[in-house]
């Protein structure tokens, strides 16, 4: 019996890379990514796990699409927003579930991200194209999938930033060394950002695919916590035993001399276009961004997050930041990284988009 086949979308990334992991590792699965570069390191790596087959192309292409649906019995599809700007990305999110409806996939899982707008009640302050775009179609999928489901079955995994972002090169939240104390300098106030780890994404995804008939319609929302960034610092000077802080940032500052300040004025989806009225730069996208912490309320506010339901999907799943920490520092001094410390005092990018240059066709 050959192993079912997942056609993934997004697999080289920071978050497809654990996904594929978690499908691959003991066989049972096998999976199809699409990339648009098969010679690439990241490419390549994944070729070596076992179980995985590369196809050239793009998601922006119904017949790179539809090559990559046929012979797949299912899918997770991460669609790269932050290449194709909100407003393709929604076209082409369409368009994937429906190509995959039409190829016979039976089980559709979307890489997805809060609906702030909507969750904030349509207040502008929260708007966030890169958001946005994922959660309209993550509710729309919801919806299609109300009357499809006889043939093909859904779900959602919504995640969240990346915690790995917060000691890596070039993301909104890499901090500076600033007279030895490591300092995240954000528009945050007293919020709290529902971080990621990746290493989860690796058990939750193969959980969705493992229980298809409990994951039918649901929205996987996933996080460590709701972290305070006070709580994000002291828990990096726990574990390293360097001094870190945070320090809470105007936004008009951060948008002056934060991480992201040279690129504010650049298309948010570095093939998306400013003269497209639709489009948003890096400063509107990501001031909405921070706003949405900043304002979110905790756990019961704008963005929220079934931690109980979480602990029973993924008992050893990662609580704390601190927990978080404590984990890299042993995996980056076994793997050669180097220590917390000598990270960020050097950081590498952890998304491949960094890697790139922000370059690369749609
Ligand atoms: N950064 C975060 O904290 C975070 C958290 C949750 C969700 N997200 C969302 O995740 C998406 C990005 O994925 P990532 O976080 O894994 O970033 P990443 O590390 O930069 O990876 C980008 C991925 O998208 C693929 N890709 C880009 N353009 C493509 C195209 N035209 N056709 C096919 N594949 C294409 C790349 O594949 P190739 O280069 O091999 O073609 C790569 O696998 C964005 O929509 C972002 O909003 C990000």
Redesign the pocket.
Known sequence: MSAPKVFV????????IPVIRGLVKDRTFSVKV????TT?K??QQLLALGNVELLE????SEADLRTGFSGCDYAFV???????GEKT?IFWAIRAYELAFEAGIKFFVY?N?DFVYKKSGYDSKFRSG?YDG?GRIGEWILDQNRTNQNRMRAALFT????IE?TIAARTVMTPKVENGVVTWRVPLGDGAVCH?ALDDCEHYVRWLFDHQDRANGMDLEVAIGHIPYVELAAAFENVTGHPARYIDESLDEYWKTGPMAPAADAPCGYNSNLADPAAMNIRTNFTGFWNMWKYSGGNGGVIKRDYALLDEIHPNRIRTAEEWFRREEKRGIEVGLGSLWERVNNPKPT????E?GAK???
């Open positions: 979308v997004g697999g080289t990334g920071a978050q497809g699409l990339t648009r570069d690439s990241r490419a192309g793009t998601f922006a991460n669609i790269d927003g932050f290449n194709s990305e890489g991200l890169h994922k995640t969240g930033p990346y972002m990621v998304l491949k988009i960094v790139d690369g066709r749609l």
